[in-house]
Nanobody
Framework: QVQVVQSGGGLVQPGGSLRLSCAASGSISSIKTMGWYRQAPGKERELNALITSAGSTNYADSVKGRFTISSDSAKNMVYLQMNSLTPDDTAVYYC????????????????WGQGTQVTVSS
């Protein structure tokens, strides 16, 4: 089984910063992509940032220049550094990791973290 556990989040004032962490464990052969999504009340879930095993990154326009995604392949971890936060960033944030299970099972996986609330308010 592939498990994804995330941490971080909380309440922060506008202009503040938060760092989210996410770790995958289990029968993992390789990881293809790691990403961060968020879902605000009444809205669809949206991709904020994505990083590939080759190190390529993509950001949504709404977070570009403020958020930074990074990874530690040796630990199967991904991080999201969020700076200059605004109330529009308030949402539940989800970590997503895609990859390949161990050789003997040999199937793809697409696993999500449990989600964590980020609230930006005075």
């Amino acid at each position: 089984q592939v498990q994804v556990v995330q941490s971080g989040g909380g309440l922060v004032q506008p202009g503040g910063s938060l760092r989210l962490s996410c770790a995958a464990s289990g029968s993992i052969s390789s990881i293809k992509t790691m990403g961060w999504y968020r879902q605000a009340p009444g809205k669809e879930r949206e991709l904020n940032a994505l990083i590939t095993s080759a190190g390529s990154t993509n950001y949504a326009d709404s977070v570009k220049g403020r958020f930074t995604i990074s990874s530690d392949s040796a630990k199967n971890m991904v991080y999201l550094q969020m700076n200059s936060l605004t109330p529009d960033d308030t949402a539940v944030y989800y970590c997503n990791i895609k990859g390949r299970r161990s050789r003997w099972s040999g199937t793809d996986f697409d696993s999500w973290g449990q989600g964590t609330q980020v609230t930006v308010s005075s």
